[in-house]
Each structure stands twice: as structure tokens, then as C-alpha cells.
Nanobody
Framework: QTQLVESGGGLVQPGGSLRLSCAAP????????IGWFRRAPGKEREGVAC????????NYASSVKGRFTISRDDAKKTAYLQMTSLKPDDTALYYC?????????????????WGQGTQVTVSS
């Protein structure tokens, strides 16, 4: 089963927090890279954060560094994106992705396995 199941999006006020989850039951997370992309209205899809390999190396987009934290629970086969100090510019559809070739930062290409996306809206 190579499906990814996302949860945790929603509406939050500026300065608030949300945690996204991505369950990947068909993967051994230390053997892949897993992370999130996002697509804001009228913008290109961009990589947000990823965690990769046995050591759990991480990478963040400069726009979220210091505010977002990616982690994973290998036993639960689930990755998490803790988002704090959210801004209206963080409003986007967030997609979980797995790269079986261990690229981190993630490359936006057809080699990835994609989740269905979850909406994050930051607004007062």
C-alpha cells in the first residue's frame, strides 16, 4: 500500500499553530525522504520541508525556517509538520510527498508518491 493519508489542515489566525500529519503505511520512513510541498493561489508549488534517511536529516525552505519543524515516528510510519507563527502567506494547499530516492530537499517530479493535499488557511 503506497497511499499517503494526510490530516491536520484547517483555518487558523495569524500567529497561530497547526500540525499536519502524513501517514505512509507502505513505507519504511528511514529508507525514503518524506516531506511537504505547498501551492498557494496563483503560485508555483514549492517544497516546504523534508526529512530523510536513517539519520533523519532535515531541510527547510527559507520562508519557513525557524517556524516549521518536521519530524517522524518510524514505528507509526507517520511524518509531522509542526507549523508555528503562521502568516497569511502560509495559506496554501499542502501536499505530503515521499521520494524513494532520498532527495531532500524534495524534487517536484513524477518519481514522488503524493498525498491528496490538505488546506491550510491563515486568516483573521
Amino acid at each position: 500500500q503506497t497511499q499517503l493519508v494526510e490530516s491536520g489542515g484547517g483555518l487558523v489566525q495569524p500567529g497561530g499553530s497547526l500540525r499536519l500529519s502524513c501517514a505512509a503505511p507502505g513505507f519504511s520512513l528511514p529508507s525514503v525522504s518524506i516531506g511537504w510541498f505547498r501551492r498557494a493561489p496563483g503560485k508555483e508549488r514549492e517544497g516546504v520541508a523534508c526529512i530523510s534517511g536513517p539519520a533523519g536529516s532535515t531541510n527547510y525552505a527559507s520562508s519557513v525556517k525557524g517556524r516549521f519543524t518536521i519530524s517522524r515516528d518510524d514505528a507509526k510510519k507517520t511524518a509531522y509538520l509542526q507549523m508555528t507563527s503562521l502568516k497569511p502567506d502560509d495559506t496554501a494547499l499542502y501536499y505530503c510527498a515521499v521520494d524513494p530516492y532520498l532527495a531532500c530537499p524534495l524534487v517536484d517530479d513524477d518519481a514522488n508518491i503524493w498525498g491528496q493535499g490538505t488546506q491550510v488557511t491563515v486568516s483573521s
